[in-house]
């Protein structure tokens, strides 16, 4: 088992997207300090101070979040895509082995995106306050919250986009389906159900109650990160159920 | 001793009968040819024989296994598939460098198969940028990583230029040689002729045949090329005598499985006039086209 999850690194590791997405992490990291560090002290926007650092390092957590779904997305789907998946079957033929790899490497891949996405963040933001004259406290209870929830985001997306790719299979169905579920089903089952005791149950108010912990009618957020596993292991489950009979042609 | 069995293989996909009823043996140390025109079925039945397909029913089995039930199935079978299977970005020595990662073989494996299909100088460049010819000789070298007993390759000279379906021959001769045993499908018979021991012909997924190369020449049929005036008049005279005989250009026929003196002698009785004949021999291909075509006509 662990050398097929070290095989999933391998392959990670060997093309330019990974690269590219931390690159554009990172680029998007900067620009994220810029916009929250001038719009501080302005309009009502608290100003910079010693304990601002935890604010700009939440700046990029949403995205890095969706980066790592994506991810995991991929990391099936586009096996499908370029047709690697036959090579993979072959070396190992056991399938379910091969998803449950990918179930664990993926999440550990997102929580290192996200490390080095905050890395750049919290380094850009530190530079930020000294250049304003501030020393920012490190040793924030708040900064190790924000960290800790940007990981444990980054680690659940990328099971769940394990599950969601080991699921659906084609990569372009893949995205489209889960930004059309984020963006419009999702909100017209919460319409449909009208009631917020159950529309907290669903994947992507689980996945806020994990992440940004919104409070009020939405999951506590140990709730909110079982339940959001839950649909990525299930999704797992039902694709590799489905994978394990299909032929690879 | 058979080390791949196919037996009663079939598939069905959806209303098409892909492969229908196959069986046939690879003995150790031999290499089979595994032949019969496109869509015959060739793919289908050795993506069964490698799990990567379900069979409707029947086995396809090596060294008396299924595939998935093999310990460490890169060390057992190699197997080269279509040539688009490699991520384009990854270059060539990584790609065989994750294989041998998921196999737990040691990574100098990469290097050493790379340099065994003359691929070195290209180990570090991406698959995307490769030709036809450089991917088959990836895929070569993908399915040499575990230093397999037993080859399985898909149309491995697809894409090849005169040399490489060359080099492709001796290395096939030389893997046999080695005591591997090599199961090699190809569309085009003359492609694998002087490689194979033995030929397992299909068309519409059913065989068509198995038997030696050696016996195969041996139904290269006896043809007479006839140059008459009267070419309509002699085809009807030997196709009453139950001969075959295809017109070939405005004054020729083409008589097969026969000899000048029985055309000669007919024509004669008939007071048919001959120009010019000659005895030919129709070559392998010829046998291969007529053998496929028949069992085509036939579903």
């Not at chain 1, 088992?1 to 554009?24: D, Q, S």
């Not at chain 1, 190790?144 to 997306?157: F, H, M, N, S, T």
């Not at chain 2, 008049?233 to 005989?245: N, T």
Request: hydrophobic share 50%; glycine share 12%; net charge positive.
């Amino acid at each position: 088992m662990t050398r097929l999850v070290r095989a999933e690194f391998a392959k990670l590791g060997t093309t330019r997207f990974i690269y590219g997405l931390a690159a554009g992490m990172a680029v998007f990291a900067v620009l994220a300090v810029v916009a929250v560090g001038t719009a501080a002290g302005t309009q009502g926007n608290p100003s910079l101070s010693a304990d601002s650092l935890p604010m700009f390092v939440a700046g990029p957590v949403a995205l890095v979040s969706g980066a790592a779904l994506l991810l995991g997305i991929l990391g099936v789907a586009g096996e499908f895509r370029h047709q690697t998946i036959s090579q993979t079957f072959l070396v190992t033929p056991d399938r379910g082995r091969v998803v449950a790899a990918k179930l664990v490497a993926y999440p550990l891949a997102g929580i290192a995106l996200a490390l080095t996405t905050l890395a750049v963040t919290a380094a850009v933001g530190a530079g930020w306050l000294a250049a304003k004259g501030i020393t920012p406290s490190l040793l924030d209870a708040r900064l190790g919250r924000v960290v800790g929830v940007a990981l444990l985001g980054a680690g659940l997306c990328g099971l769940v986009g394990v599950g969601v790719g080991a699921l659906v299979r084609n990569q372009v169905a893949a995205l489209v389906g889960t930004l059309v579920w984020v963006l419009v089903v999702e909100g017209l089952l919460m319409g449909l159900v009208n009631a917020p005791s159950l529309g907290r149950w669903l994947p992507s108010a689980a996945a806020a109650a994990a992440i940004t912990s919104p409070g009020g009618a939405h999951l506590s957020r140990l709730a909110g990160t079982l339940v959001f596993a839950g649909y990525g292991l299930a999704l797992a489950l039902a694709g590799t159920r489905l994978m394990v009979r299909r032929d690879i042609t | 001793m058979a080390v791949i069995t196919i037996q009663g293989l079939t598939k069905r996909f959806g209303d098409v009968l892909a492969v229908d009823d196959l069986s046939f043996e690879a003995d150790q140390g031999t290499v089979v040819g595994f032949l019969g025109p496109n869509g015959a079925g060739k793919t289908t039945t050795l993506r069964m024989l490698l799990g990567l397909v379900t069979p409707t029913s029947g086995t396809a089995r090596i060294d008396g296994r299924s595939y998935r039930a093999l310990d460490a199935p890169v060390r057992h079978v190699g197997a080269l598939l279509e040539a688009s299977s490699f991520h384009p970005g990854r270059s060539a020595r990584n790609h065989l460098r994750v294989a041998a990662t998921a196999a737990g073989l040691p990574l100098a494996r990469a290097d050493a198969v790379l340099d065994q299909v003359g691929l070195a100088d290209a180990a570090r460049r991406r698959v995307g940028g490769f030709s036809l010819g450089m991917r088959q000789r990836l895929g070569l070298a993908t399915a040499l990583l575990g230093d397999p007993q037993v080859l399985i390759l898909d149309e491995p000279a697809n894409g090849l230029d005169p040399e490489g379906v060359h080099w492709l021959r001796g290395f096939l001769r030389q893997l046999a040689d080695q005591g591997r045993t090599v199961l090699v499908s190809s569309h085009v018979l003359a492609e694998v002729a002087q490689t194979v021991d033995q030929v397992v012909i299909i068309a519409s997924g059913r065989l068509v045949t198995q038997s030696t190369l050696a016996a195969l020449t041996a139904r290269t049929d006896q043809l007479v090329r006839v140059r008459t005036p009267q070419a309509e008049a002699l085809r009807a005279l030997l196709a009453a005598q139950g001969i075959q005989a295809d017109p070939d250009g405005a004054d020729q026929l083409l008589a097969v499985d026969t000899t000048t003196e029985t055309v000669g002698k007919a024509a004669a009785t008939a007071g048919i006039v001959i120009y010019e004949m000659t005895a030919e021999r129709s070559n392998l291909e010829d046998v291969f086209l007529q053998l496929t075509s028949q069992q085509g006509a036939g579903s």
